[in-house]
């Protein structure tokens, strides 16, 4: 739980998810990929899932910071963000996301000022659907 934090939408799937997005795109982010995982498994004969959908986010100036340097590009393969909507079966809608904070203060130098960037602009952008 302190790696990853979860917490509560007060909103349904489908509103929380297109809720990000806007978000996300209205900061200046983007969105390069949102995934279907309840889909893609239902797809392989899984049928048993309830909703899930993973958001990547990317705001193009922070990750240019840091993949334009060949000594920092390793950091790529926590990229891009990544948030996690889903749905229990206790009918309520969850996300679930990367604690950037404590990520970044393992990495010092540049890449934990980056980090601590993105982590205040991906808070703002879900603040919205954080109860």
């Not at 200046?28 to 899930?52: A, C, R």
């Not at 790529?76 to 309520?92: E, F, H, I, L, T």
């Amino acid at each position: 739980k302190i790696l990853i934090h979860v917490v509560q939408s007060k909103e349904g799937l489908e509103e929380t998810v297109s809720g990000i997005e806007k978000a996300a795109l209205e900061k200046g982010w983007k969105v390069p990929n949102i995934y279907d995982i309840q889909k893609t498994l239902h797809g392989s004969g899984f049928e048993k899932m309830t909703p899930l959908k993973i958001l990547s986010l990317c705001q193009p100036d922070h990750a240019y910071s840091l993949l334009s340097s060949d000594t920092e590009k390793f950091v790529s393969a926590m990229m891009p963000c990544r948030v996690a909507v889903y749905g229990k079966k206790d009918g309520k809608t969850y996300l679930a996301y990367l604690n950037m904070a404590l990520m970044s203060k393992l990495f010092g130098g540049r890449i934990a000022k980056v980090m601590s960037d993105v982590t205040a602009e991906q808070a703002e952008i879900l603040s919205a659907f954080v109860e």
